[in-house]
């Protein structure tokens, strides 16, 4: 089994920038991929960010060269550093992790952009 805990979400201007955590423990093995996925209010869960293991990260179009995903291994943790925020990237955001024992969700973080 494994525990995703999100946190670094908040209330932010837009143009200004959060860092996400997710911090990662329990059974980790063999993960095929992870990443960071975000729900707004009345809409789908969509993928922001993600890598296989050994691969490129891809990002959602909306959020290239602005937010950027990366993680401390020694750590088990996963960031998502954002920069630029706007309005519409109002949403609740969750860490997710694919491994060959299941897949795993944290409880998501919730992040506003306004003024």
């Known amino acids: 089994q494994v525990q995703l805990v999100e946190s670094g979400g908040g209330l932010v201007q837009p143009g200004g920038s959060l860092r996400l955590s997710c911090a990662a423990s329990g059974s980790i093995s063999a993960i095929n991929n992870m990443g960071w996925y975000r729900q707004a209010p009345g809409q789908q869960r969509e993928l922001v960010a993600a890598t296989a293991i050994g691969g490129m990260t891809m990002y959602a179009d909306s959020v290239k060269g602005r937010f950027t995903f990366s993680r401390d291994s020694a750590k088990n943790t996963l960031y998502l550093q954002m920069d630029s925020l706007k309005p519409e990237d109002t949403a609740d955001y969750y860490c997710?992790?694919?491994?060959?024992?299941?897949?795993?969700w944290g409880q998501g973080t919730q992040v506003t952009v306004s003024s």
């Open positions: 997710h992790m694919d491994t060959v024992r299941g897949e795993y």
